[in-house]
C-alpha cells in the first residue's frame, strides 16, 4: 500500500534519501534520526520565519562529517577537522535548501500524492527479485533505520519539489549552434609534438659555503619566526579502554539473554493484504455498500489477490494483489492497524473506513520472532555488556576527573586518584599538532590566558561521545626565530636547489637558440639528450607531463619553447595540430553537455538569489 499510507510513509531521490537515512541511522541510532524529521529542539536559524532547529544543524554536521571520513580514507583522524567550518558549511545548506523549498512553493509548483507513489514503486532499493516493487523490502528498509512512511514520503516530496523548481530553470537555456561547434573544435583537436628534458639532478653546482648560509640567513631572518608553541600534559580518558578491562560473568550473560527472549517472544511481525476504495468519486455509504459486495465475492471462493488486481485503486499495492508486506504497529493509519490486529490468520475484515477511503484487509500470516540460541549471541552480549558498562563508567569517571581536575594545582594527583597515567604532547602552535593537538576544542584551550598564561588545569574537554581529556600546559614558547643552527641544512638545500635551477635554465635559453634555428631535433642530438615524439595528444592526455600538454594548446605549428615541469625544464615543439570531422552524434552531446553546464550555472546564481532574497537569522 503506497496511497494510503500518506499518513505515515524515488527514483533519483530515493537513492540520496535512502542515503541520508543509512548514513544518520549508523551516528545516532532510531531517536536521533526520529529527531532529524520531527526537528525537534531549540533553532539555530530561521528561514523567512521557518525554524532550523539545533538538532537539524547537529544531524547535517555530523553527516558531513562522515562523508569528509570517507572521502579521506581508513586513516583519516576526525580530530583533523575543523569542526566550525563543517558547522557553518551545514547551516548554510539547511538555509539554502529551506530558501529553495519556499521558493518552490511561492512558485505555485507542488507535488501529488501520485507523483511520490510512482517515483517510490519505481526505487530500485524498493524492489524484490523480480524487478516488482516489493512491500516487505519498502516496510523492512524504513523500519530498520526507524523511519515511519509518513517520514519518508514528507522528505521525499520536499526533494522533488524543490528538483521540479531546479529543473525549470533550465528549460529556456539554449545553445548557439556555432558556439557548439566551437567547443567541440577545440575539445577534438589532437597535436603533435616532440619534446626533450633537461633534467635538474644532471646539474651540477659549486658547494654552498657557510658564508653563503649565514648571509641567507640574515637575509631572510623573518622567514625562520617561530609562533607562540605550547607542550601539554594531559590525562585521557577512552571508553574503549575502560570496556577492554571489564570482566563480563556467565550470569550477567545468561541475564542479558534472558531478557533478549522476552523481547523477541512479543515480538509478532503481521503480513496483510488490502483492497481500497476511495471516496473521491462516491459516498462513503457506496464505498462500504460495494466493498460489502467484493467481501462476499471472496468469502464465497473467489481469489483475494485476484480480486485487488481488478478492483482496488491503490496505485502501489493493486498490481500486486494488494499485498502490503510486513506491517509494525504504528507505521498505519490506527483504525487500520486495530481491525488488522484483531484478524485470525487468512481472516478478512468488515469494510474499514480511514481519512484515505474504506478498505478490506486480510491478514496473511504472522510470524513470531525467530529465537536465536545463546551459543550463537554469546560474543554479541558479551560486546553490548561490556559497552554498557563501560559507559556507565565512563560517565562516573569523566565527572571524577572534572571534580579532581578542578581542585588540584597539577594533574599527577587526579592522575594517582582515579588509577590513570599523564601522558605529553610535542610542542605545537595554534595551528594544531599530532594526536590531541588536532583538536580544535583542546587548540582553543591550550591557548587560552587560563591555561597558558594562569598555569590552570582546563575544564573536561570531550573529543567525542566516548573519548575526553583535562590539559594543562607544560611548557609555553614564545614567538622567536629559530637558530641559525636549526635551519643551516634546510637552507643549504634551498640554495643548491636554487642554483640548479638558475643553471638549468641558463643551459635551457642557450638549447632553445638552437633549437629554434636548427630544429628540436638537431639541438637534442648536439646536447646528447633525447627526443621525445607523441602524436595526437588531446587535452586530457596523461602519458605526457600535465605542463606540456597545457602549454602545446597554446602554440602555433612549428613554434620551440620551454617549459618547467616538475623541477626539470623541457623544451617543446609543435609539429602538426589535427582536426577531426565532427560527427552528428557529437553535436548532439555537447549541446546536452554545455546546455547542462549552463543549467548549473544558472540553478547557483539563483540558490544564491533566493536566499539572499529571504529573511534569514542565524541565532
Known amino acids: 500500500m503506497l496511497q494510503n499510507i500518506r499518513d505515515k510513509s524515488s527514483g533519483w531521490v530515493a537513492k540520496i534519501i535512502v542515503g541520508f537515512i543509512v548514513i544518520t541511522f549508523a551516528m545516532f541510532g532510531v531517536d536521533a534520526i526520529v529527531g532529524a524529521f520531527t526537528s525537534g529542539g531549540d533553532e539555530v536559524a530561521t528561514v523567512n520565519d521557518k525554524k532550523i532547529s ?86 523492512s528498509t524504513l523500519r530498520n533505520v526507524g523511519l515511519t512512511p509518513l517520514q519518508f514520503r514528507e522528505e521525499l516530496k520536499k526533494d522533488v519539489l524543490i528538483n521540479q523548481y531546479q529543473s525549470g530553470l533550465g528549460l529556456s537555456t539554449l545553445t548557439a549552434d556555432k558556439y557548439v561547434e566551437q567547443v567541440i573544435k577545440l575539445d577534438s583537436q589532437t597535436r603533435d609534438i616532440s619534446y626533450v628534458t633537461l633534467n635538474v639532478d644532471a646539474v651540477t653546482v659549486p658547494p654552498v659555503t657557510e658564508e653563503d648560509v649565514t648571509a641567507y640567513y640574515e637575509q631572510n631572518r623573518e622567514a625562520y619566526q617561530l609562533p607562540e608553541r605550547v607542550r601539554l600534559n594531559y590525562i585521557a580518558l577512552s571508553q574503549d579502554d575502560i570496556a577492554a578491562k571489564i570482566e563480563v560473568s556467565q550470569s550477567d550473560i545468561e541475564s542479558a539473554y534472558q531478557a533478549y527472549m522476552k523481547t523477541a517472544q512479543n515480538q509478532t511481525d503481521y503480513f496483510a493484504s488490502h483492497i481500497l476504495l476511495e471516496t473521491d468519486g462516491r459516498t462513503e455509504d457506496e464505498a462500504i455498500a460495494q466493498l460489502q459486495q467484493i467481501r462476499n465475492r471472496v468469502l464465497a471462493g473467489e481469489s483475494f489477490s485476484e480480486v485487488a488486481k481488478e478492483v482496488s485503486e491503490d496505485v502501489g499495492s493493486a498490481s500486486i494483489g494488494g499485498e502490503l508486506g510486513m506491517i509494525e504497529a504504528g507505521s498505519f493509519d490506527q483504525t487500520f492497524e486495530t481491525a488488522l490486529f484483531a484478524l485470525s490468520e487468512g481472516g478478512i475484515s468488515e469494510p474499514i473506513v480511514t481519512e484515505f477511503g474504506v478498505h478490506l484487509i486480510r491478514l496473511d500470516r504472522k510470524t513470531a520472532a525467530e529465537i536465536t540460541p545463546i551459543a550463537e549471541m554469546r560474543d554479541s552480549l558479551v560486546e553490548q555488556l561490556k559497552a554498557s558498562k563501560a559507559a556507565k563508567q565512563y560517565l562516573a569517571l569523566t565527572e571524577e576527573l572534572a571534580n579532581a581536575a578542578f581542585a588540584s594545582d597539577d594533574l599527577a594527583t587526579p592522575a594517582k586518584e582515579l588509577g590513570l597515567s599523564v601522558q605529553e604532547t610535542t610542542l605545537f602552535s595554534s595551528n594544531g599538532g599530532e594526536g590531541i593537538a588536532a583538536n580544535a576544542k583542546v587548540i582553543r584551550a591550550a591557548f587560552s590566558d587560563e591555561l597558558k598564561l594562569n598555569g590552570e ?123 577531426p570531422e565532427t560527427q552528428p552524434e557529437m553535436v548532439a552531446f555537447y549541446q546536452q553537455a554545455i546546455q547542462m553546464n549552463q543549467i548549473r550555472h544558472n540553478i547557483q546564481q539563483v540558490r544564491v538569489s533566493i536566499t539572499n532574497q529571504a529573511e534569514i537569522n542565524r541565532l
Request: proline letters at 3%.
Open 457 to 579: 588545569n582546563s575544564d573536561l574537554i570531550e573529543l567525542d561521545s566516548q573519548n575526553s581529556v583535562v590539559i594543562r600546559v607544560a611548557e609555553l614558547k614564545e614567538p622567536a626565530i629559530q637558530p641559525l643552527v636549526e635551519v643551516t641544512g634546510n637552507i643549504r638545500l634551498k640554495l643548491e636547489a636554487q642554483a640548479r635551477k638558475e643553471q638549468l635554465l641558463a643551459l635551457a635559453d642557450q638549447l632553445l637558440v638552437q633549437a629554434q634555428a636548427d630544429g628540436l631535433s638537431a639541438a637534442a642530438k648536439s646536447a646528447g639528450l633525447e627526443l621525445v615524439t607523441v602524436n595526437g595528444i588531446s587535452r586530457v592526455e596523461q602519458s605526457v607531463p600535465q605542463a606540456v600538454v597545457k602549454k602545446a594548446f597554446t602554440l602555433e605549428t612549428g613554434a620551440t619553447t620551454k617549459v618547467l615541469a616538475n623541477g626539470d625544464v623541457l623544451l617543446l615543439s609543435l609539429n602538426q595540430i589535427s582536426q
Open 54 to 139: 539545533r538538532y537539524e544543524l547537529e544531524v547535517a554536521a555530523q553527516r558531513q562529517v562522515r562523508q569528509i571520513l570517507a572521502q579521506m580514507g581508513p586513516d583519516a583522524d576526525p580530530a583533523s577537522l575543523n569542526e566550525n567550518q563543517i558547522r557553518q558549511r551545514a547551516l548554510q545548506g539547511l538555509i539554502d535548501r529551506e530558501a529553495a523549498l519556499q521558493a518552490a512553493r511561492n512558485a505555485g509548483l507542488g507535488v501529488s500524492d501520485l507523483q511520490i507513489d510512482r517515483i517510490i514503486i519505481s526505487t530500485p532499493e524498493f524492489k524484490g527479485a523480480d524487478g516488482k516493487f516489493n512491500a516487505d523490502q519498502f516496510n
